[in-house]
């Protein structure tokens, strides 16, 4: 059994040779669609990466499988980031169901996050659906100094407190604050409240 940690998770692999041919294959497209996006030649890649022309070459056709060096002196001469070579690209368009959604729930249930869009490393920001039955509420603690909270009512109405001063916030309307601080949700409405919530993290 081969375990594998990738952000912090493990990923278990029952056959090595498995793993690797497919981690080769990604870093072989990711590579070659990265070189052919910047018209780069595979000379120029060699001399800006301090890697072969011969190496880059079988790379690009999963025939080679490189050190962890080799992607290091890839990344860094490609001024790129290594998990873009080493992770499978995101397509340029997704569709997220809603059924599909591991939904988070608080406040016995009556506060409900489906979390269509989560934190990545190459975006800066967070994407959520809330719905807050009658009398649901969350004390949210502070987020890292920076980080804003945009949200938008959809329907019914949201109560917000941000350093124990009140806003309401009725379908159609929308707030922005500073989320580092203390700030809480509340539903004092007669009917469900849906919104939309965008968490933007600083750098």
Known sequence: MLFILHYGRYIVHSDRS????????????????????????LEKVAELTGVSKTMIGQIERGESSPTITTIWKIANGLKISFTSLINNPQPDT????????????EDNGKYQVYPYFPFEDNRRFEVYSVEIEEGGSLDADSHREGTEEFITVFEGELTISVNSIEYTIKSGNAIRFKADRAHSYYNRGKTLAKLSMIIYYPV
Do not use: Y
């Not at 497209?29 to 052919?36: I, P």
């Open 18 to 41: 498995v793993f690797m041919e497919e981690i080769n294959l990604i870093i072989a497209k990711n590579l070659k669609n990265f070189r052919e996006s910047k018209k780069l030649s």
């Open 94 to 105: 997704k569709v997220i169901s809603k059924t599909d959604i591991q939904i988070l729930s």
